[in-house]
């Protein structure tokens, strides 16, 4: 996180205090910043230098359109999984030449949209989307470009539900069948089968079981170039992990994995495709969120928040670990171990349990760091709090890139029928 640091004792995303936007745009907030999601695409597009690669953005992992244009700019593609996040791509200016579906669940409209803008790619990951994807094709009298989604039964080592490539997970087609699968799929007129796609899961934080699946693949394209098929391209995937802790060891650097790549799928004269999404954008967003009351009971002292679990989801969901910093540096004396919680009634309210922490008073700013992927996206209004804003900074300057709605545009969602007096 090399550009949010203290400057003369005050958090900056940046050359941007915090305190200031927090002043203008209220709290809780996420923060973004330009330098770190370019420095993250630079060194991970960087890896594979003099390779045939596409890098595309996994928009899921954060989809502000902001965002996505940055990321646009820098020459990404995106990694889609709806007709949502189709609609974002496209409004933030990322060809459909670079746009990749992926994704269990495609509904027809989705397809529809998708084979109409033209996306580079369906990633299909069962026999009733094959033959779902073909007959909208064929309506439409297109033909519709796919890789197949393989699991490769494979232990990715991580969370067990951001894990997706062992043969229990609801992901991808099993490798073993993948070559009648395949046969299958060119029988169908409105199927032009052009790669194989693998995604074993997210936060990977030890290269071999990437290594094994790409093993895999490589496998795979020799035996169904063998059987006919013309296999053009390999999507990899992403799920490239990053440091949550300040403690963690260093996870693989993209230059590690680019070895992988190289040495797995590096000769078959293929165009490579990666969807990475946390890797980006993970490191380069916090919310901040401020103080609302200090209570002591005895037992344990928790800072209740005026950030929650539907602004940020990943402690409750996933019990993950996130580093919360005190917006005005501590002086490191006086620490205390402090529970840092959300006002929402539900004990998984909860960021962090026993923290060392400075003194804490209310009106106090803290940033919960790390919180630029799978944050905002994941967001809800539950309890009838306003969807977080999020907030872009570059250099000196800051711009808010999603506001936060008032009470009456959110009622103004709802109704109520005639029936009702
Ligand atoms: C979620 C997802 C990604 C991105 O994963 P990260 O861990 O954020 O890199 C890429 N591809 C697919 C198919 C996904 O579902």
């Known amino acids: 996180m090399h550009h949010f640091n203290y400057v003369g004792g005050v958090l900056h995303v940046e050359d941007m205090p915090v305190p200031e936007m927090a002043e203008q745009v209220g709290t809780p907030f996420y923060c973004y910043s330009t330098a770190t999601l370019t420095r993250h695409f630079t ?61 269990v669940g495609k509904t027809e409209d989705e397809m529809r949209a998708a084979l109409a803008a033209g996306v580079l790619q369906f990633n299909v990951e069962s026999e009733p989307e094959l033959e779902l994807l073909n007959q909208v094709a064929v309506d439409m009298v297109l033909e519709a470009p796919v890789a197949l989604r393989i699991n490769p039964d494979v232990d990715a080592k991580t969370h067990e539900k951001i894990a997706t490539g062992k043969s229990e997970n609801k992901f991808g087609l099993p490798w073993t069948q993948a070559r009648d699968i395949y046969a299958r799929a060119a029988a169908l007129p409105g199927i032009r089968i052009e790669g194989v796609d693998v995604h074993i899961g997210s936060q990977l934080t030890d290269l071999q079981p990437l290594e094994d699946a790409f093993v895999r693949v490589a496998e795979l394209v020799s035996l169904l170039r063998e059987d006919g098929h013309n296999i053009t391209r390999v999507d990899l995937g992403g799920g490239l992990g990053i440091p949550y802790h300040p403690e963690d060891p260093e996870p693989p650097h993209p230059d590690a994995y680019a070895d992988v790549v190289r040495r797995t799928v590096g000769d078959l004269g293929c165009q490579i495709v990666f969807e990475p999404g946390r890797m980006i954008a993970g490191n380069a967003g916090i919310m901040v969120t401020r103080v609302v009351y200090v209570k002591e009971t005895g037992e344990r002292t928790f800072a209740i928040l005026d950030g929650a679990m539907n602004d940020l989801a990943r402690p409750s969901l996933y019990g993950s670990y996130h580093h919360i910093q005190p917006v005005k540096e501590d002086a490191g004396d006086d620490m205390q171990l402090v529970d840092f919680v959300g006002p929402v009634c539900e004990t998984g309210d909860t960021f962090a349990t026993s923290r060392e922490s400075g003194p804490l008073q209310a009106g106090d700013l803290v940033a919960i760091m790390s919180a630029g992927a799978y944050g905002a996206v994941m967001a809800s209004s539950y309890n009838t709090r306003p969807l977080t804003p999020e907030v872009l900074v570059k250099d000196d300057q800051f711009a808010v890139v999603r506001r936060r709605p008032d009470y009456e545009e959110i009622l103004a969602q709802e109704s109520i029928p005639n029936w009702v007096d």
Do not use: Q
């Open 43 to 103: 060194v991970f597009s960087g890896a594979f230098d003099g390779m045939d690669t596409v890098v595309c953005y996994s928009v899921k992992a954060n989809s502000n359109i902001a965002v996505l244009r940055t990321l646009a700019s820098l020459g990404s593609g995106a990694d889609i999984v709806s007709g949502g996040e189709l609609a974002r791509a496209m409004k933030a200016g990322i060809p459909a030449s670079k746009i990749v579906f992926s994704g």
